[in-house]
Every structure is written in C-alpha cells, then in structure tokens.
C-alpha cells in the first residue's frame, strides 16, 4: 500500500503522474489519497494532517509531498518507523507521523539514481523522486538501497507549537483549521476537564475581543451558532460553532494564539 498526502490541487495532472509512476512500477499496489488539498506550501497542516491519518490506515509506505523547497538543497528521505515507511522532503513534514507510528528507527537520504525518474525535475520531486522510491519500497525493497543513513538528529523538525498551561486554564497555539471551520489547538484534550461549564476565548496579542463558549463533547452541546470547546478526534482541544465556522466566528487563522479560562461564576 502506498498513500499519498499533497498540496497538489486537484486542477491539475500532478496527482495523476504520481499514481501513474507508481502504477507503471508496481501495477498490483494499492494507492490511497489521503489529501491533495493541504494549502499550499502549508507545512505545518500538512504535517497534522499526515500524523492524525497515518495510524488508521494500512501497514505501508507514507508519501507526503508539501515542499516549497523542492529543488534546493533540502534532503529527500525515507524513514523507518515500526508502524511503515514514510517518503518525502526533509523540512519537518514527516516527524510528526513518525511519532505517530512508533518513532523513527532509521533513515536514509533519496540518493540513488536507480531509483528515481531518468531525468529530474527541479520542481517536481513528487513525481520524480518521492513516487517511483515509494513503489520500490512497497514492492519489498530494502531502505537500505534508496541510498545513505541519515543520522536521525539531524532530521529537519517544525518548532514545537505553544501550549502554556495555567491554574484557571491555558494558553494555545492554533494547530489546524479544517473543512468544517474547526480550530484545532495544540493543547491536549485532558486541559479541558479541569474547567467548568462555559469558558472565555480571548487572544494573545494586540487584539482585544474576548467571545464565551461551552465546554462540551459535541456541537450540538452548544446551541444553534454558539461556540463550543471539546476534544477533537484527534485528542486535541477544538473550538467549533454548533452550524457554522469557528475561524470565521472568531476571525483567527493557523498559528493564532488564544488564551482559554474558565468562567468562575458558572
């Protein structure tokens, strides 16, 4: 199996050239699209998308392709992990997933030119590089023939995002806004339980607003248009509207900061 998580688009044949590489070398594998709708250039959403999907699929090998930096000098690699393989750039994409699936056990950099296209382009490694390793390393393939050991330090990784935890609540970064409008924050969903029935949403910084919401399980524990705080599927904290969009409700984007306390007087 081989899946593929891009920031492709669907308007164009970039998507398809990838499944043809990978048809073309292994016809009997199995391609599944996780997304090809990451924002572009997006690393960050590309990276929580990659990591909250990767557990639930089968046993194979992961390729996220999300790489401003195609043609420079960042590194392509593989990596090892208990739970698969993971293919693409080294700009911090993968590490996330890895975790996710036991941890990085080995790694190597995409340095061998019998495996890749004839002719690389500069500006497109998905199709030229990432695709035809993935289908050789899901044909049974060794790791260690995709080229040298890379030394696991030095795997390019994405700041950790903040999460500042206080006694009447804490503060978090945005993770991800998904399809819905959903805010996914970098706090783990276990924050929520220490705070009562309603809690107040205010931002870091220059801005001034402040917006209450329930803490609940579901949307519907909110009314019709209300905001509502609950673990996400992720085991995350989510801000969502009961019937709408939570980002365009509180005007926030990926990589706001919003401070979360509860109400005392509820």
Known sequence: ??????????????????????????????????????????????????????????????????????????????????????????????????????????????????????????TFHGRDVFAPVAARLASGAPLSEAGPAVEVSTLIRLPEPVVEVRPDGFTAEVLTVDHFGNLQLAAPADLLLALPARVRIRPVGEQTWERVAVHGRTFGDASPGALVAHPDSAGRVALSTNGGRAAEVLGVAAGTLLRVDGLADC
């Open 1 to 122: 199996m081989v899946s593929l998580t891009t920031d492709y688009g669907l308007a164009d044949g970039f998507v398809a050239a990838c499944h043809g590489v990978i048809a073309r070398l292994a016809p009997s594998l199995r391609v599944i699209d996780v997304t090809h709708l990451v924002p572009p250039g997006d690393i960050r959403r590309g990276a929580a998308v990659l990591a909250q999907t990767v557990p639930y699929l089968p046993v194979g090998v992961h390729v996220a392709v999300v790489d401003p930096g195609v043609g420079t000098a960042r590194r392509g690699i593989a990596l090892a992990t208990p739970g698969g393989l993971l293919v693409g750039p080294d700009n911090g994409l993968l590490i996330d997933a890895a975790a996710a699936l036991g941890g990085v056990t080995e790694a190597v950099e995409l340095a061998n030119p019998r495996w890749l296209a004839e002719r690389v382009s500069a």
